[in-house]
């Protein structure tokens, strides 16, 4: 079975200051992983993903994650955060056989001015 | 292209009354879902398609009926609503696998009285 904890429901930074956002996944299969965003009433958007290529994954926005097999981990990380980055993220895992993917419980990325 | 359009975008529904949330795309893709989003839990996989014709279960599918009549729409069926119901809906799609990008839509807010 898989499984994705998001080890933080809040963070909060101020502007130009780095991000890091915590994701640890379980799985039986390899994984294929993922970050999406979302902004206040809006729907989801992909950051990045990562399909057993390259393990660092650069995004969209400046966004990066770091593949860790070792760690069960797929940390998303920004070095410097700007106001337009307040939103929810979300980590998903996909790839065992029953095709669905399973959604993180959301952090909620407060940037201060 | 609209991408992925759902309607309504917000509605309000007494218990035990039917609905239908509507979904379309108009990017040809074959994989289609519905998730619900409540809060401090992610999205959680209600059902999925994979094709005209074919549809299966995702993770909480009772109370609710899909249909894949066309490639185009998905549209989700509420049989009789209940307060537990209430909840924000989205659908999404994916050219081929589930593995590819999903596209969302913005989102359907249902409150059940």
């Known amino acids: 079975a898989q499984s994705v904890t998001q080890l933080d429901s809040h963070v909060s930074v101020s502007e130009g200051t780095p991000v890091l956002l915590r994701c640890n996944y379980s799985s039986s299969y390899s994984p294929s992983l993922f970050w999406y965003v979302q902004h206040p009433n809006k729907g989801l958007q992909l950051l990045l993903k990562y399909t057993s290529a390259a393990t660092l994954v650069k995004g969209i926005n400046g966004f990066e994650a770091e593949f860790k097999k070792s760690e069960t981990s797929f940390h998303l990380t920004k070095p410097s955060a700007h106001m337009s980055d307040a939103a929810e993220y979300f980590c998903v895992v996909g790839g065992d056989s029953s095709y669905k993917l399973i959604f993180g419980s959301g952090t909620r990325l407060l940037v201060r001015p | 292209n609209a991408g992925v359009t759902q309607t309504p975008k917000f509605q309000v529904l007494k218990t035990g009354q039917s609905m239908t949330l509507q979904c379309a795309q108009d990017m040809n893709h074959e994989y289609m879902s519905w998730y619900r989003q409540d809060p401090g839990m992610g999205l959680r996989l209600i059902h999925y398609s994979v094709g005209a014709g074919i549809t299966d279960q995702g993770e909480v599918p009772n109370g609710y009926n899909v249909s894949r009549s066309t490639t185009e729409d998905f549209p989700l069926r509420l049989l009789s609503a209940a307060p537990s119901q209430t909840s924000v809906y989205f659908c999404?799609?994916?050219?081929?696998?589930?593995?590819?990008?999903?596209?969302f839509g913005p989102g359907t807010r249902l409150l059940v009285l």
């Open positions: 999404a799609s994916s050219p081929r696998l589930l593995l590819e990008t999903q596209y």
